[in-house]
């Protein structure tokens, strides 16, 4: 890159307007340009080039706009969101990182370039897989796929034979959720928004069973039908009603790991469905136990030796779901809440 | 007691009528007599004397007539109701119990007298410790004791200077919870119904502050007055709003044993009041686990030297409300579910 180029045109995502309800549209996401300069970079800076920036559904709650102890803090009007993301070092005033390098950074402001003082703990360096493509990086060893491991491999645990339902099933987390349980020898059955997806389930990830929750409607007997032994482990990844009719078929000493809760994001929590039969995680000793990311980054290595071989051999398919260039990253967002996307979303901002 | 003794008049509490929701009444259990001879007890048998009768909520869910999965299996109509209770045996053609000896049975038929075979290994002859009164072993050593035990000492651990919030805090299991997380250097408060009830709490049973929860309404104020610093630990024996409100004060990895709902027990579920913000339990990574005392029972020796020695020490104090007479049994259950008792509730059937 010559010195002429290194001023930039530089377009990026900012909150304009809290969003406390329904689907955050372009009254609250707006996209803005600024003028960046690559040329004078401070020492110990150096300046990244965004390729890949990771959608999921924790972003809708930063949003709200009140601090109901979900997850990470609100995000601040007028500043540009962070997202996980990935991005490729085009300038550098520092020894830490050189021009070329892949950087994986965790709250990475949603825009086409950013310059970061070097000593940013917690952008690291990408020891890139030429067999694991960058969005998978972001997807099956990235945020969905560390949830899904989380929620599998350390807190339900389920044994071989187990009854393991998963909700959102075609979504990030569900897709690597329900194949990390098939590994384990368990039966697995998810639930999705569509037939298509229902399809792509059984197909292509290997669940045993799949259906499509937006025609099989009542939930009671449709677990009934799918889980004739109840229910011994259930991925939440909606809350509601969902979560209420799984407490109708659990098993003794079911877990249920929870995850998200994605019915449940765009309404006041007032507002939202209750679970009115928890007394039945008495009678059956269950076990619902809440989980974030960050309180298990000390499994982190094992994770991605564990993911990364299961992806390499094969054992683990990844599906993404690619919106293209910076302007797409409102509609990839909103898609997340409106059950039209499958499997792991992605926004690609660079060609890579 | 003489041959001539020997046929007694027997009464006995059956099941009459389900009771799906409401505080059942002598609509549901009623008092019958029968005719016991204890002349001729076939070989093997001995007749017990019932001294104490355990009164706890868990009853009321095996009365409804639905088995949603609660708890135990429904009472059968017609049939004796059971529950933990103590006996002294008045007669015996068994080598295994003599007369005199005190037994503790877990499914003790509500009569007067009962006649057992000796090979039903649930009873079990109680070596009784004269420091330590029969209603005791029935609440502070039974069912409401090892129930606060195992919510406290297994299930929340919680760490000194921990903030631990126990509703039904005057009842059977409050009032031991509470005094065993005082025990860990906890700061204990207390919800209850009426304020002779929270004076006891305090001076009683050394909590550090108490509430009414009928004067005190607005939960989620009361909860920010009394937990400036948030709850690391709920043992939930209420469910409901309640639960709800306490989930808008949790501490990051909160734990929430679910002991019991007693606000819930007399309501059928799809008319109970929904927790719509279960949402807060992945933010804040809170573990909610329901637990019945059965799958504790390996750890039972534990705690009946462990309580044992608290209370004979002075630093577990116990609290019992007495109903004198096998006529009692209704409305001392009635009692559990109209804020009206105070400590464990016993029904002493005969005099020790």
Redesign the interface.
Known sequence: MSKQEKTIDNKEWYLARYSPDGIPSSDHLKLRSSVLSLADLPHGHYALETLFVSLDPYLR?RLTGSD????SPQFQLDQVITAFGIGRVVASNDGKFNEGDIVIHPFLPVAEYNVFPSSDFVARKLEADPAIPLPDVLGCLGVPGFAAWIAIEILACPKEGSNVFISAAAGGVGMYAGQLAKLRGCRVVGSTGSDDKVDLLKREFGYDDAFNYKKETDYDTTLSKYFPDGIDVYLDNV?GRM??AVL?H?NR?ARIP????IS??NQV????????????????????????LG?YLDRFGEFTTQMGNYLKEGKIKSKNKMYVGIEGFLEGLQSLFCSSNTGKVVLQVKEQ
């Open positions: 709650s109901d102890g979900l997850y809350g979560l209420e109708r659990v000493y929870l995850c998200g809760m449940q994001y929590w007032t507002e939202r469905e209750g679970v009115r039969n928890l007394l039945n995680a008495v009678g059956k000793e269950v076990r619902m136990e809440g989980f974030l309180s």
